[in-house]
């Protein structure tokens, strides 16, 4: 093990079908000040797709594993073995999948490793994050080491659209299933969206002054501490998509970790729902089988209430959401919404 890696950050950026925008991501993220290493995952790509990636990895100087050769990995080979490489010299990995195995799985790939090799934090990044403040890493490390027992940082984050996504509470069971994106949606758009943007703000003006300790956060940057990511404290690997930030601050939380919430730094989130043209159903369904397994398993819910909530999601999917997409598009074409 390199002991310099103790004070490191490794990175993790998974990606799939998308080398263009996981390599401009890259190119942020290389902005940030502090001492970190890259991790670039390739989940199972197709193969024209990946080919790009490594094209672009190779420019970068990356080294490139596959599935099979990760747990053989050392990097003191590597440094022994290159004269012109040194203990602070930033390093690049590509690791290439042999499939797609979603967003928990895959990224556990990249902790795993970063776990293995040393590395005191992960910094687990969608590749459509994009740098705002280049000290954002040092105020989230600064963060962390206030308290040993904190296990997740995150600094603010912004979509496109400006609003802030998070830090949030505990997920509300019959808001996210039942009137949000369930069988009362028109009752919550006609009544309830309003007020709840209002109490939305309240919870972040709260956050922002410490007044409240965030539950969960988005997971699109994720900061963690390496030694609290225990067998139990990987993502979950039993679902493919969603949910995963819910899962895991609920696993942290439990043992009796902390979040922490960095106000005073700032990422952006490129990732525009609004230019969505059609239903993804296969993501929509996978989303909402994951927030069924989240209130059984880690809720414990009944499941006769839980296949009452699932059938109050598959009406928001197959009858509400249709409507919402064709009104969207009649007024963005209309008045020409951006």
């Known amino acids: 093990m390199i002991n310099s890696l103790l004070n490191k950050t490794a990175i993790l950026v998974l990606n799939w079908n998308k080398p263009e925008i996981t390599m401009d991501c ?5 902005t940030m000040d502090g001492e970190y290493n890259i991790f670039v995952i390739d989940n199972g790509s197709d193969e024209i797709k990946r080919n790009k990636l490594i094209e672009k990895m190779k420019k970068k100087d990356a080294l490139i594993l596959n599935e099979e050769n990760i747990n053989n990995f050392n990097l003191n080979n590597i440094y022994n073995k290159n004269k012109k490489s040194n203990l602070n010299d930033k390093l690049t990995l590509l690791i290439l999948l042999n499939k797609n195995y979603g967003y928990g799985k895959g990224n556990n790939f990249g902790l795993r490793l970063a776990c293995r090799l040393g590395y005191k934090y992960s910094l687990v990044s969608n590749n459509d994050i994009k740098i705002i403040d280049r000290n954002v890493l040092t105020e989230l490390i600064k963060g962390m080491e206030t308290d040993e027992k904190i296990a997740w ?41 309003k007020k709840r943007k209002i109490e939305e703000q309240k919870l972040l003006n709260k956050f922002n002054e410490g007044q409240l300790e965030p539950k969960r956060f988005n997971g699109s940057f994720v900061f963690l501490r390496n030694e609290t990511l225990n067998k139990d404290n990987f993502f979950d690997e039993n679902i493919f998509l969603c949910f995963e930030e819910p899962i895991l601050s609920e696993k942290l939380l439990k043992k009796g970790f902390k979040l922490k919430y960095v106000p005073n730094v700032k990422v952006l989130h490129e990732h525009d729902f609004s230019t969505e043209k059609r239903i993804n159903f296969k993501m929509e369904y996978e989303c909402m089988w994951a927030t069924i397994y989240y209130y059984k398993y880690y809720k414990n819910y009944n499941l006769f209430i839980l296949n009452i909530a699932k059938l109050s999601r598959l009406f928001f999917l197959v009858v509400y959401k249709p409507i919402v997409v064709i009104i969207k598009k009649i007024l963005k074409n209309k008045f020409k919404l951006s």
């Open 26 to 30: 890259v190119e942020s993220l290389n």
């Open 153 to 193: 940082a995150s600094p603010k984050i912004i979509n496109i659209q400006g609003y802030y996504e998070g830090p949030l509470p505990e997920f509300d069971f019959i808001d996210f299933c039942f009137t949000v994106e369930g069988v009362f949606y028109p009752f919550y758009v006609l009544f309830l969206r």
